[in-house]
């Protein structure tokens, strides 16, 4: 009797158990998107991660390429000061921010629901999926995701240039996300003019690169990700230009010569 006692409440336990490890369990209310309720995207996510290479580096390149010739689409996320953020899985189209949270929540997955998992880490603050918690900003990357360093002035040590910026507040005073606070924070970046063929290779395959923005209350204009493949050097993006609209590969260096600056992140595992 006492036996049958034990192995229910061995049972209970398991039970609870599976509970809290789900990606759909959260002490705080979490809305999912169709797709994830259905998990619409199983099949797709559960088969890259069984073929990924062992290497980290070489996932970087594995991952990112999956999701080359996805179209291009803004404002796939949901949720404002007004409404519910939900937890939205889009891998049929994707921006250039999305595009970084797919493939960095892929790198280590170990399946697909750890992986939807690494989504909430990577997208939110703390993985709590809230308006407020969303790493709106490239600056975010660095601040609450884990192992994610800013190394512009690390490996360009003295080239780099340190501003100050009031992210969200724009010029006129008005605000680019209402409900999201002021922060005033320091943002390290890169003239292009200082990489080329002789250093490049202070950059890793993986690097998130974000392109610096001059404009008050910003920090990057737009992101992708630095790959090296066969001795060329590509910067892999979810494009929004007119007649791209996709996720491609272009030059690096060719890409970067114009824009006012580069700021580096790596991912230190």
Known sequence: MKYKKERKFNSFILIIFLILSSPFYSFSETFYSDELKSQYYKTEVDKLILSRPNSISKRYEYYSSAFLGRPYKSNTLSGDLKNKEVLILNLKEMDCF??????????????????????????????????KNRNHFFYDWAKNIKNIDDITDEIFLGKSIKVSKNLNLKSDGKLFLNGIDIRKVSIVYLEPKFINNQNINLLESGDYVGIYSPIDGLDVSHVGIFIKKAGIYLFRHASSVSGVNKVVDVNFLEYIKNKPGIIIYRNKI
């Open 98 to 131: 999305t595009y970084l949270d797919y493939v960095h929540s892929l790198i280590n997955a170990e399946n697909y629901y750890d992986f939807i998992n690494q989504l909430k880490e990577v997208r939110y603050k703390d993985g709590i999926v809230s308006f």
